[in-house]
């Protein structure tokens, strides 16, 4: 009997099954679904692999996230720091997977590990973790897939057949059964509608009775759903704007509501590239792909090792800090140039300090050393190597009850760890050096303030000495007092240099002058000249006078050039005829030097040029007043010679219809228009013969119109039937409303008279169930006063008969 073992190496074809299992995530049924969470139905397409294997494989080498590229500086150092307190638990390294981090941790780069002294190299880790002959290695899943062999074993043949079958199939039996439903359903669902299109072009409208569904439809219904109440205010508006909503998605197309498909956008940009390299192409910019690739493939060949990307330390001074600075620096010199340009320059100067800073080191009064303009070099220690060098000396070290200690690396060596990240270098300060190294906070939990070390003048000088003792507040206000006064003794002896200036007079206007300009200006354009004008308003005033200016301009030229009408191209003298009429003779001439105006002034495109020279002066240069009235003139004599012409056309038309009579020809086939005759000249035959074929050829237009009338009837007939209908049912329906509507308004002025005759008789009604309460009050307290007697002589009754009683012993009461 064959054994069959699971397990050993991957090969390409279990590794291609792998994926393509979980890739099938969407199946119709969930026996025939795959994924990352059904390693043993995987497993079973794989007959030599098992579920953990499955998974193993996927995770370690398979699953896309994971990197397989070389390990970085930054990912070797958070497995160092990692390695120290989660050895348990490689995989945190992430992306990597848990044996790639394990195998790396072990195998750090010969620059991580201490130098020593002896000359015999160790056995490097690779070494000693590689296979030997006959092994077997405990890891497969992180290693590459064996390639397939040329000719496969009809294990593997079978393996792979039934795997491409059983990740083909998304349906099972329930879903080939639903199919079958489906499809006989959409049958009858066809030969319904059939049914229906044959029965409603025979006439007959049939509705489709809406089906009725058990419980309820959540398409059409809101479970559980609350109206709103009726408020005070009107929703009509918003109601409205939610059906408009709801309508602009009635027939929309599907691809503007899924928007453009994946292959569409691809398409779209290969279009556009291809648009670009013509234009590249035309341009002689255009570089073709295979240059680009050769020229890749060597800049790989050429380079030696991959570039890392250039970590520098966070700086200490931040830029909100240096823009401080450089704000201190510009008030300080501005001081000092207004201090310098005054005479007592030099009295000012003892009061002040110098804050320039030193570039040998710090001044006696207390200065710092100017920042270097470079930045101080980094120690030339890797921290990678020392916090190797001293992760390694930590875990050799024996336990601390025998004594040992270890020596660690490095500034700070004991506190080099403070978090789960590592330290990382910072930028030299040259500031830190010139402070006092402070506590975080003193005694008392006060924290203190930060350190000012340019501070010569005792600005920033605390009330209390850096120790804390032997100074109290009146001690240190004695201390300042003297310091201010031997400030003032050293100032200089004041001097009494004054200037007196005497502002210079006006110049007296004279009374003549003052009198005269009054009378001139009043009071308005006194203070409008007094005040200072913007330049604004001079500006928009000039544009407005401009634009006067240019319109007037515009309305003094001719009509035509108004109106942008067509012009003459070319200038013929003798075109204009003189005439003996004197008023013919200055029309036609004032008409040649406009034209010559427009022509030399503003010609037209392709205008033969004219020269101004000789366009003649005008003769009379009117305003626009006058050419207004003289166009109301000219308007008012061509209404008059419209009226004349009409009168006379009525007329002549008469005149013509009575003299002269139309024959129409005498054949249809006949190509003349017809003839006028006096009707003098005709006979009475004549005239019968013409009416006669004046009435043919009325009837022939009448036929040929009704031919055409009646096509187009039946034309629009077929195209506005349904309208039509549509027309007379509205039609109906709007009677009907009518109807209706007076029949409510009828009911609606009878209830509107019962209600003025109810509110007549509510009044009267209340009145009299008021003064029957009234009586009924009335007789109440007189009924109450009646039984309150009663009461009373009940109870001397009853106090009479105890009294009796009592005083004839046990004797019988009548």
Request: one cysteine or more; charged letters at 35%; aromatic letters at 4%.
């Amino acid at each position: 009997m064959r054994v069959l073992i699971k397990g050993g190496v991957w090969k390409n074809t279990e590794d291609e099954i792998l994926k393509a299992a979980v890739m099938k995530t969407k199946a119709t049924t969930p026996s025939t679904r795959y994924g990352k969470n059904q390693w043993a139905r995987i497993s079973s397409l794989l007959t030599r692999k098992t579920p953990k294997q499955c998974k193993a494989r996927w995770f370690e080498w398979l699953d896309p996230s994971i990197k397989k590229t070389e390990w970085a500086k930054e990912e070797d150092e958070k497995l160092l720091h990692l390695a120290n307190g989660a050895q348990s638990h490689p995989s945190s390294a992430a992306p990597r997977p848990s044996a790639s981090s394990a195998t790396n941790s072990f195998s750090m780069p010969p620059t991580t590990q201490p130098k020593t002294t002896t000359t015999t190299t160790p056995p490097n880790a690779d070494d000693v973790r590689r296979l030997r002959q006959g092994e077997i290695d405990p890891e497969p899943e992180s290693k590459p897939a064996r390639p397939d062999p040329v000719d496969m074993d009809e294990d593997e043949k079978e393996m792979l057949s039934e795997a491409r079958a059983r990740l083909a199939n998304t349906q099972g039996k329930k879903a080939k059964r639903k199919a079958r439903e489906k499809q006989l359903e959409e049958a009858r669902r066809l030969a319904s509608l059939q049914k229906r299109r044959e029965l409603k072009a025979a006439g007959i409208e049939t509705n489709l009775k809406p089906r009725k569904k058990r419980g309820m439809d959540y398409n059409a219904d809101i479970p559980f759903q609350k109206r709103a109440p009726v408020g005070f205010f009107d929703v009509a508006e918003e109601k409205g704007r939610e059906q408009k909503e709801k309508e602009k998605g009635i027939g929309a197309l599907l691809s503007k509501l899924d928007g453009k498909r994946r292959s569409e956008i691809e398409e779209d940009e290969r279009k556009s590239d291809a648009k670009k390299q013509k234009v590249a192409k035309e341009k002689g910019d255009f570089v073709p792909p295979k240059a680009l690739r050769d020229a890749a493939e060597d800049a790989t060949l050429y380079q030696t090792s991959a570039r890392r990307s250039l970590v520098l330390p966070a700086p200490q001074v931040g830029d909100a800090e240096i823009e401080e600075l450089v704000k201190i620096k510009a008030r300080e010199d501005g001081a000092k140039s207004v201090i310098d340009t005054d005479d007592s320059a030099a009295a000012t100067n003892a009061l002040l300090t110098d804050y320039k800073p030193s570039v040998m080191g710090p001044p006696s009064g207390g200065g710092v050393a100017r920042t270097p303009l470079r930045t101080p070099a980094t120690p030339s220690s890797d921290s990678l190597k020392v916090q190797a060098r001293n992760l390694k000396a930590m875990s050799q070290m024996q336990t601390p009850l025998l004594g040992e200690t270890v020596d660690l690396e490095g500034e700070d060596a004991y506190t080099y760890q403070t978090g789960a990240t590592p330290r990382v270098v910072q930028t030299p300060n040259p500031l830190t050096a010139q402070l006092t190294p402070v506590l975080e906070a003193e005694f008392g939990g006060s924290s203190r303030g930060g350190m000012t070390p340019r501070d010569e003048m005792g600005i920033n000088t605390p009330m209390r000495s850096e120790s804390g003792f032997g100074e109290t507040p009146r001690q240190h206000q004695s201390v300042m007092r003297q310091q201010l006064a031997s400030l003032f003794k050293s100032l200089p002896a004041p001097t009494n240099d004054f200037k007196v200036v005497i502002p210079k007079a006006k110049k007296p206007v004279d009374d003549d002058d003052a009198s005269a300009g009054g009378e001139e200006l009043d009071q308005g354009e006194q203070r409008a000249r007094a005040k200072v004008e913007d330049m604004e308003d001079v500006q928009a005033r000039a544009f407005k006078n401009a634009s006067e200016k240019e319109k007037e301009r515009i309305l003094l030229q001719s009509t035509a050039i108004q109106r942008n009408l067509p012009r003459p191209l070319v200038y013929y003298p003798d075109a204009f005829e003189s005439s003996s009429d004197m008023a013919e003779t200055l029309i036609r001439q004032e008409m040649e030097r406009m034209l010559l105006t427009d022509m030399a002034y503003t010609p037209a495109p392709r205008q033969t040029p004219v020269p101004r020279s000789i366009v003649p002066a005008p003769a009379y240069t009117a305003t626009l007043q006058e050419l207004a009235s003289a166009n109301d003139m000219i308007l008012q004599e061509l209404a008059q010679c419209r009226i004349d012409m009409q009168q006379d056309l009525e007329t002549l038309h008469d005149r013509v219809k009575k003299q002269y009579l139309f024959f129409e020809p005498t054949t249809s086939s006949d190509a003349s228009v017809g003839r006028f005759e006096k009707v003098e000249h005709t006979t009475t035959q004549d005239r019968i013969a013409n009416h006669t074929r004046q009435l043919e050829l009325a009837r022939e237009t009448m036929k040929r119109e009704h031919a055409k009338a009646t096509k187009l009837e039946k034309k629009l007939g077929v195209v506005l039937g349904g309208y039509v209908n549509r027309s007379t049912k509205l039609k109906r329906d709007l009677a009907e409303a009518a109807k209706e509507v007076e029949e409510e308004s009828v009911k609606l002025e009878s209830f509107q008279a019962v209600k003025a005759l109810e509110d007549i008789a509510i009044g009267e009604r209340v009145e009299g169930l008021k003064e029957e309460v009234g009586r009924l009050e009335k007789r109440e307290g007189r009924l109450q006063e009646r039984y309150m007697e009663l009461v009373a002589v009940k109870e001397g009754l009853v106090d009479a008969l105890s009294r009796g009683s009592g005083g004839s012993g046990d004797g019988p009461v009548r």
